[in-house]
């Protein structure tokens, strides 16, 4: 029987290990450089250990041919504090200069042949006729922006703003929501449904993380010094939590009230920490 073979998301293929691998690399270069500063002052030799009663006795051995050591004493824990630590730095130096040339050797590898730039590289009379792995970003973005869906209804009377996409929203921090999320390129829906508890709602917005493919919704709330609306909207909250919409994770909150209203600045933090 053949293998059945799971198709892997968008959002697992960018979940780029090549970042996190920058980042472990530079750990690893900044704590070698500490450890082999901190060895040039460690005291010569190594520590003897030998269990005593409730607890252990240390001993200072000069070199690998001093095998007892000198005994030293309890109150002297700064010398047994040192030599435990110089063991320690000493094999984890060992460890991260390995882990260190695997990290070096997969970064270079991926640089100058990134399975991403396949796909590019085929000739352009050939690519229709290809379901690559990896949607190119282009691609990926028209096809998630393309969703049909009906707008949400607006009572005759509602009063009216508009983004820069001359969407019609309900409120200005919505409209300035909107213009923010155009201005650093984060496509996205407004009032997209989704179904909670077998129920459509429409969130404020569904946003897509270009880099990561992964979909945030975004609901703002508006007038959270009105106690009925704050009640209704923290019983909202716990609903999507529930139902596996959790801030941070998949969702992002921002909230206003009649004398503190959402600025432009904390709209952009959320956008540079969750969607960018």
């Given at each position: 029987?053949?293998?059945?073979?799971?198709?892997?998301?968008?959002?697992?293929?960018?979940?780029?290990?090549?970042?996190?691998?920058?980042?472990?690399?530079?750990?690893?270069?900044?704590?070698?450089?500490?450890?082999?500063?901190?060895?040039?002052?460690?005291?010569?030799?190594?520590?003897?250990?030998?269990?005593?009663?409730?607890?252990?006795?240390?001993?200072?051995?000069?070199?690998?041919?001093?095998?007892?050591?000198?005994?030293?004493?309890?109150?002297?824990?700064?010398?047994?504090?040192?030599?435990?630590?110089?063991?320690?730095?000493?094999?984890?130096?060992?460890?991260?200069?390995?882990?260190?040339?695997?990290?070096?050797?997969?970064?270079?590898?991926?640089?100058?042949?990134?399975?991403?730039?396949?796909?590019?590289?085929?000739?352009?009379?050939?690519?229709?006729?290809?379901?690559?792995?990896?949607?190119?970003?282009?691609?990926?973005?028209?096809?998630?922006q393309s969703k049909d869906y009906a707008p949400g209804y607006f009572?005759?009377?509602?009063?009216?703003?508009?983004?820069?996409?001359?969407?019609?929203?309900r409120s200005k921090a919505e409209e300035n929501i909107a213009n923010?999320?155009?201005?650093?390129?984060?496509?996205?829906?407004?009032?997209?449904?989704?179904?909670?508890?077998?129920?459509?709602?429409?969130?404020?917005?569904?946003?897509?993380?270009?880099?990561?493919?992964?979909?945030?919704?975004?609901?703002?709330?508006?007038?959270?010094?009105?106690?009925?609306?704050?009640?209704?909207?923290?019983?909202?909250?716990?609903?999507?939590?529930?139902?596996?919409?959790?801030?941070?994770?998949?969702?992002?909150?921002?909230?206003?009230?009649s004398i503190q209203p959402l600025n432009t600045r904390i709209i952009?933090?959320?956008?540079?920490?969750?969607?960018?």
């Amino acid at each position: 029987m053949a293998k059945k073979y799971r198709n892997h998301t968008q959002e697992e293929w960018a979940s780029d290990l090549r970042i996190k691998a920058e980042k472990r690399l530079e750990l690893l270069n900044d704590t070698i450089e500490r450890i082999e500063a901190n060895l040039t002052t460690a005291p010569e030799g190594m520590l003897r250990d030998v269990h005593h009663r409730d607890g252990y006795q240390y001993y200072w051995r000069r070199n690998t041919c001093d095998r007892s050591g000198r005994y030293i004493s309890k109150t002297d824990t700064d010398k047994v504090r040192s030599l435990a630590n110089k063991e320690y730095q000493t094999k984890f130096l060992q460890a991260a200069k390995k882990e260190r040339e695997s990290l070096e050797n997969y970064l270079q590898i991926v640089k100058s042949n990134p399975v991403e730039a396949v796909f590019e590289d085929i000739r352009e009379a050939r690519k229709p006729f290809i379901i690559p792995f990896i949607t190119p970003d282009d691609t990926y973005i028209t096809a998630w922006q393309s969703k049909d869906y009906a707008p949400g209804y607006f009572a005759p009377d509602y009063p009216e703003y508009y983004t820069a996409k001359d969407e019609r929203v309900r409120s200005k921090a919505e409209e300035n929501i909107a213009n923010l999320l155009k201005m650093n390129n984060v496509p996205y829906h407004y009032e997209f449904p989704i179904i909670i508890d077998e129920e459509e709602r429409r969130p404020d917005f569904l946003c897509l993380n270009v880099r990561t493919k992964k979909e945030f919704i975004w609901e703002h709330f508006g007038m959270m010094d009105n106690l009925d609306y704050a009640q209704r909207n923290v019983d909202k909250i716990n609903r999507m939590a529930a139902n596996g919409y959790i801030h941070g994770h998949n969702c992002i909150f921002t909230f206003e009230t009649s004398i503190q209203p959402l600025n432009t600045r904390i709209i952009q933090i959320m956008i540079d920490k969750f969607l960018l």
